[in-house]
């Protein structure tokens, strides 16, 4: 680490060698550092059973939304009660076109961070 840091600093005293061709691979390779995988969402096939799709309408009558929910978390607007939702098991709704997007990330809810992957309320629905 502390040659590559020697030849980084000589490379910046000498604004010759970056207009050279041959910085340029060196650079490349600094900014393609491997990157751990990422953690795996929720996979689609799933997001059915724990989180299902309906309007916001919908869910605040039968009661599946905290009745203090009036926007999405991830967007930031006011959820309207024709737009379809996800529901989480938390009481949480979403865009479903929000939280999918969440969901392709992480399986928690991003509001209370519950992990929706293991609910046990996608049997008793
Ligand atoms: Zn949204
Ligand atoms: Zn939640």
Same mark, same amino acid.
């Given at each position: 680490?502390?040659?590559?840091?020697?030849?980084?600093?000589? !490379?910046?005293?000498? &604004?010759?060698?970056?207009?050279?061709?041959?910085?340029?691979?060196? $650079?490349? !390779? $600094?900014?393609?550092? *491997?990157?751990?995988? *990422? *953690? &795996?969402?929720?996979?689609?096939?799933?997001?059915? $059973?724990?989180?299902?799709?309906?309007?916001?309408?919908? $869910?605040?009558?039968?009661?599946?939304?905290?009745?203090?929910?009036?926007?999405?978390?991830?967007? =930031?607007?006011?959820?309207?009660?024709?737009? =379809?939702?996800?529901?989480?098991?938390?009481?949480?709704?979403?865009?479903?076109?929000? =939280?999918?997007?969440?969901?392709?990330?992480?399986?928690?809810? *991003?509001?209370?961070?519950?992990?929706?992957?293991?609910?046990?309320?996608?049997?008793?629905?």
């Amino acid at each position: 680490m502390a040659l590559s840091q020697t030849e980084a600093s000589e !490379m910046d005293q000498q &604004p010759f060698s970056l207009l050279a061709g041959d910085s340029l691979p060196f $650079a490349f !390779m $600094a900014l393609h550092t *491997p990157e751990p995988a *990422p *953690p &795996p969402g929720l996979p689609e096939a799933r997001r059915d $059973a724990v989180a299902p799709k309906m309007t916001f309408g919908e $869910a605040c009558e039968e009661c599946l939304v905290h009745p203090s929910q009036t926007e999405c978390t991830i967007c =930031i607007s006011d959820l309207c009660s024709h737009e =379809i939702v996800r529901t989480l098991p938390c009481q949480h709704a979403y865009h479903a076109s929000c =939280i999918d997007q969440w969901f392709a990330r992480s399986t928690l809810c *991003p509001n209370c961070k519950t992990d929706v992957s293991d609910a046990k309320h996608a049997e008793l629905l």
